[in-house]
DNA sequence: CTGCATCCAGCATGATACTG
DNA sequence: CAGTATCATGCTGGATGCAG
């Protein structure tokens, strides 16, 4: 699992396509700090991984549309679960730092 | 999400205290490939940020238990749905990369 | 617009040795 | 047993420039 979309960005690609097809400049602006180098390389590894596809369409100038799989929508639902427990969550991880922090103040 | 438990080891170590309470070595032993150095931050990193618990019996030899916390418990359920859906969708991925090789031979 | 090639720095990781 | 300390290194990923 964490093999297909552990790394930095592909997890936030999936979150992008989950509103629909987006093209490959709207993931650039979209995803926050995402190089063209790393977007190219998530995209092509999702891709290769049969989680996304990749549609290009013969106009001037190029437009290339992406757009998540049968695959993918299969675990949308643990998926967001998981994402309504981070948001829950995250106070109580902040907490657990600070306190982590103070009993080992290294 | 990710940040939490998104390196290499931290989601097998959660994986393995699912059954209950483990060791340092035994989770040394189980977790096929770590090395001391990862696994010791690995649990570091859990523990401050509140994912899991390590206790200290003051015996000789030394013995230290580490066992998740409630705030895992909480997403045992969606992460366990990841887990079959990746099982189930292995085939396909590998069926999915082969003709991506085949497509793009470089 | 949508990439790919190259270069290069920095961090993460493994190996190894040592300790309470 | 359960770590910590130090060193070497390899890969990740950013920056930059080029291209169809």
New interface residues.
């Given amino acids: 699992?964490?093999a297909?979309i552990?790394d930095?960005w592909s997890?936030q690609v999936l979150v992008e396509l989950g509103d629909g097809p987006r093209r490959f400049t709207q993931l650039e602006r979209a995803i926050e700090g995402v190089s063209r180098r790393m977007l190219t390389l998530s995209l092509r590894n999702l891709?290769?991984?049969?989680l996304i596809t990749r549609t290009v369409y013969p106009d001037a100038p190029p437009r290339v549309e992406y757009a998540t799989t049968a695959?993918v929508e299969?675990?949308r639902?643990?998926?967001e679960?998981?994402?309504a427990?981070?948001r829950r969550?995250g106070p109580?991880?902040v907490?657990?730092?600070q306190?982590?922090?103070i009993r080992s103040p290294n």
């Fill in positions: 699992m964490l297909l552990g930095k997890a891709e290769r991984n049969g695959l299969e675990i639902e643990p998926l679960a998981l994402g427990w981070a969550a109580a991880i907490a657990a730092r306190a982590y922090d």
